[in-house]
């Protein structure tokens, strides 16, 4: 069979090609559902047909994400090479297209191989949140040696870094990006219900991890039956009739919850990092073809693990990881025949701060009011909530509210600040970004002028930019640029949300910042008194936005972008 590119992953493949001829590394995101793996297999397609790839190697850090495009291009893509496979006994480092795992070309003579067999002009790395790691720098280094030349392209669905590491520091331009919210538009993404459900108090010490906390710990802690029961009485009233994906802490904690759930009847497997590479095939084998029910899981299908008939993920893991958080919740989201929609369970033990939920990295309506009423009223759920196909809250019973998930990237992280029709954020020592709303009154005014005498083709110009939602780059020395115009605060927030991706100081730009808690500084105190601003009791992160509000609200009235 023949693939067929759809219209979207068409324009991302010309998009590589066009940018290599400017950029020798470039980065593409294409959330869960949007097929990265086709786009990438695309590009390399192309540059076959126009004879423009000497060799290729494909750089993933799992077997199975080195596999996966092997399958698909042999059974898609009658245009493309076997892909060769470097990893542990496998060596076929001769061929056109190799795909190698990262720890293996550690080893010595592997990487030395495969350039021997001829020189790379093409390096594609999946995954690519990853590539910041020594290991990966050292094999693009290699390669870069072995061919100066060498085009790179970085694919991933979650492309911010657990620890805020940039990818800056390979890559130069960003040449497609396609979010959840436009998989949900592109009918790639299914909708879903999101449940919070309270579990019993814990205690485990914070730590520098991914996840915000020892694993094994938190594993450990959530290891009683009493938590046991709470997950499998919500999961057989919400979802015993889904396939499901559950995600655990601990290792230990994942085999006790299956022996749980096999208990009261249920097809439950389970996998951790050690469970024997045929055990793991069979079991991952069981589960697609319906036979497991319950596919209980630590810390191995986070990634490239495809099962579109999972229709409910439930992570008994607490995380303040978005992408520990989104990389798991997207096991769940792919489209698949019969598969109406799927059920995101968050299990959260009282008392923990910070914890990453559907609600904060999904989009979180406003109007979930009436659904969150009614779901506390049923004990343990503590927050429901839907958003619609194009991201507009809507009300609903706790059983029949629809989420769609909202683009991973713009998670409206910023800290912002409305006042006076003009909302500002702070997403650097030296930048902040601000929107300013339809100015009514203005509108009024000029609807009144308009068409009579005098009327100008600039005011005319100002008449259209004051009915829209612009936003602005605002620098510390007073220095004002317009980032666009848009029809409403969605769009208009989701701009300013890319934009700060890319320049944002995560420390401060983080509405989560503890730093926003500390007393403001005798220095802030005194601009904030000076500006007419300051009152008791604000924290350094109130003292800071205030500061800033009306310091570009001065800005604003003098270059008269308001009134």
Known sequence: MTITLRPYQIEARDAVLADWNQHQAVLGVASTGTGKTEIFLGVLDELIRRQQMTRALILVHRIDLAEQPRDRAAANWPGLPHIGIVQAEQNECREKIVAAMVQTLQSPGRLEQIIAAGPISHLIVDEVHRVNARTYLAVIKKLQA????????????????????????????????????????????????????????????????????????????????NVRAIVFSTWKEQASDRQTMIFTAGVKQAHHLAEYFRDQGVLAEVVDGTTPKEQRARIRDGYLAGAVQVLINCAVYTEGFDAPSTSCIAMVKPTKSDLVYIQAVGRGLRQAIGKSDCLILDFCPVGLHDMRLAGD???????????????????????????????????????????????????????????????????????????????????????????????????????????????????????????????????????????????????????????????????????????????????????????????????????????
Request: with cysteine; aromatic share 6%.
């Open 146 to 225: 072995a061919n100066p030349d060498l085009r790179i392209l970085g694919v991933t669905a979650t492309p911010r870094r657990t620890d805020g590491d940039g990818l800056r520091r390979v890559f130069s331009k960003i040449s497609f990006k396609f979010t959840i919210k436009d998989a949900i538009r592109l009918k790639a993404l299914c909708p879903f219900t999101a449940l919070a459900v309270e579990l019993p108090p814990v205690t485990v010490k914070e730590t520098a991890s991914d996840d915000g906390w020892d694993q094994e710990q938190m594993g450990n802690a959530l290891d009683y039956d």
């Open 361 to 563: 990295l999904l989009g979180k309506p406003k109007k979930e009011k009436k659904a969150e009423d009614k779901a506390v009223q049923k004990g343990v759920i503590l927050s429901a909530f839907a958003v619609d196909d194009e991201g507009n809250g809507i009300d609903g019973d706790v059983n029949e509210v629809k989420l769609r998930v909202l683009d991973m990237l713009g998670r409206h992280a910023l800290q912002w600040t409305l006042d006076r029709g003009v909302a500002t954020t702070v997403i650097s020592t030296e930048v902040s970004l601000a929107i300013v709303m339809p100015q009514d009154k203005r509108i009024q005014k000029a609807t009144e002028l308009r068409g009579k005498p005098g009327w100008t083709p600039g005011m005319e110009k100002v008449y259209q930019d004051i009915q829209k939602y612009q936003l602005y780059w605002v620098g510390k020395d007073h220095e004002v640029r317009s980032l666009g115009n848009f029809d409403d605060p969605d769009l208009a927030r989701a701009a300013a949300d890319d934009f700060a991706e890319d320049h944002r100081q995560n420390a401060v730009a983080d509405k989560r910042g503890k730093w926003r808690k500390l007393e403001p500084s005798p220095a802030q105190v005194k601009f904030a008194r000076a500006l007419g601003v300051y009152h008791d009791g604000m924290t350094r992160g109130a003292c800071c936005q205030a500061i800033a509000q009306e310091t570009i609200m001065r800005q604003f009235r003098a270059l008269k972008i308001v009134k």
